[in-house]
């Protein structure tokens, strides 16, 4: 079966309202590396998790080789050779390595697991990919570079010859992605279709053989030369105009010194962190994942509790003893995991606007008042341009932009000094993110001090005033926007240890 | 985005879906009702209606408060305990003192505290509410057979027989205080900071707190109120029986529970309206009224109420589909 290609013809995927992906063509050939790039929400995961058979596609078909596939469920796409390996690894933490190895088909005696053929099997399996894991240890203890090994060495004992992996890098330290890297050339130089899913462009400039770039569900185009083709290039076809304007950066006026963090410690953070951020500026926070970024915005928020140092507020101490506190100062966090911390799903977007700033509002403190929550959600709704049919609408089916956009009109009817943003546009669409962009300059303007965490460079570069850098839970540099270039940058966000 | 079609004319702005979510358990709850009215003779009979209000009253009042407990996506299972100790209480504190504002008082203290002492061990211990209130429902059950010595605390004073045999315009006290736990309730959950935060707590936990909710005091009252209303339903039913019986309402917590749930309560938190409680609370009274009416074995009614439980949870989940 090794040599044969995989091609996708004119798939289309539609979901209630949304169309996920429309007439997606292209061919990935046997000893490559392809890239699938493109924008969040660009349809990428979409795509793989056809090939995975978790969706069946509305429209087209995919072919391996002269055979077209039928998909219905995983098993089907695994019984074809196919192997998916998704971000969050589905492995199960409780059980050993060997199990997991052979989960769903363990090797068995009399109906017994048969424990001493299970542990040879395994061996064999994770033989020159990670020859240091023993197949009996939890799979809880080994690290996540080591799992995603485990995960690969599992699609290749199912005899997998197309194998997708969806952002594999992004938990990784950089010897981990080192190791990673020379498997996927391996398996690339054995013949395999190798996908590969990255919003980094130095990895997909180091190992892969095409790119085929995703926007808004659709194809753009497909790279086959890779040596002649430039970072500006790819660029620009992914955000498919130019990247400048969508920022839209303008100077603004900086007053006094909003909040000063001093000698800061806590979870996370390796060495103590000192920095200030001024009335009406926008701070970049820059780094890599676990470089400590989430977890400082953690302590500012008063989500954990500071081991050392001291945080000032215009210039008044400040003391944080539960997100509570910070909310009362005005330090207001838009956390990381919209589904997990941001929005109360089942509940509607008024609720979700209004639930931080009603009780400044209600009688006594406690008996809502019907003009304020009404009247606030309809401002917020409007002034976020929150794209929702009603105020009543439950916000979980709005779009990942639009829910952000009511995390903000929920912060906006509060009083607020400091605004932390922690990964503003992840999973937003780009018309989405440029709206948020304008909104965080808005709010900069009227003087507001705003820290935002992004591990998007672009991003970073193309909306601060100034730009921290942490790496392995320490500042390790700070840039000026007129001398912040991509390559200082990830300098600086490389661990030392390792460079 | 795609335009939103509102109908015009009759009913502006009418939400099919909605109204179903919202509405349909209570519809079905006055179904069975008429069902029962015309199948079954006697049903509509006063002293029937009366008995059927008064089977209602005891669970109703109750499920008020479990309400919150399931909205903030927690349970109580000590219920049951509380009200067979409120009971017993009472009847001990009257007799003692012969005073009935003090054993009512005791009674309700009794279960305010048992109700901290829930909502301490839940929120700032981090225990999981169904242990935590399995140790109580034990607990309180206990210390409900040790007051009273295992037997009957009977009541003698005319006074205490007010709250479960009384009348006001010949409506029965019991069902009076039920109607009026419903209003308050519903009202609290919908119009305080104190019921919107219930739901954000049930609803995500995370996302509440992070936006400025009092987790802990919020999940502390909820169930110290909680206890409080157990109490007060067990003071009427003690009232009603002229005793505090330290074995009644074995089981009753799951009772409770699942009238909520039967109405469209979610017991994962963040979905629960008043009207789903007493869809929820009407339907398990009508059906056993009806049953026993139509003298259908006990052992026959355990297996139907199971099964309309299931088939409740069941369409449930197909509707979130």
Redesign the interface.
Known sequence: MSGAALRFNGIGKEFP?VKALAQISFEARPHSVHALMGENGAGKSTLLKILGGAYIPSSGTVQIGAQTMAFKCAADSIASGVAVIHQELHLVPEMSVAENLFLGHLPTRFGVVNRSLLRKQALACLKGLADEIDPDEKLGRLSLGQRQLVEIAKALSRGANVIAFDEPTSSLSAREIDRLMAIITRLRDEGKVVLYVSHRMEEVFRICDAVTVFKDGRYVRTFEDMSTLTHDQLVTCMVGRDIQDIYDYRPREQGEVALNVEGLLGPGLREPVSFQVRKGEILGLFGLVGAGRTELLRLL?G?ERSSAGSLALCGEPLQLR???DA??AGVL?C?EDRK????????SVA?NIN??A??AH?SF????RDDWEKGNAERQIQAMKV?T??AEQKILYLSGGNQQKAILG?WLSMPMKVLLLDEPTRGIDIGAKSEIYQIIHNLAASGIAVIVVSSDLMEVMGISDRILVMSEGALTGELPRAQADEARLLQLALPQSRA | MSEVKTAKGFWPGFNQRKFLDDWVMLLAALGIFVLSAVFIDNFLSPLNMRGLGLAISTVGIAACTMLFCLASGHFDLSVGSVIACAGVVAGIVMRDTDSVALGVSAALAMGLVVGLINGIVIAKLRINALIATLATMQIVRGLAYIFSNGKAVGVMNEGFFVFGNGQLLGVPVPIIITVLCFVFFGWLLNYTTYGRNTMAIGGNQEAALLAGVNVDRTKIIIFAVHGLIGALAGVILASRMTSGQPMIGQGFELTVISACVLGGVSLSGGIGMIRHVIAGVLILAIIENAMNLKNIDTFYQYVIRGSILLLAVIIDRMKQR
């Open positions: 309202g928020s989500l539960s997100p509570r909310i009362a966090l956390p997990k911390e941001g929005i109360i799903p089942l509940s609720e639930i931080s009603r009780s209600a403190g406690w008996l809502l794209k049919p009603n929920r």
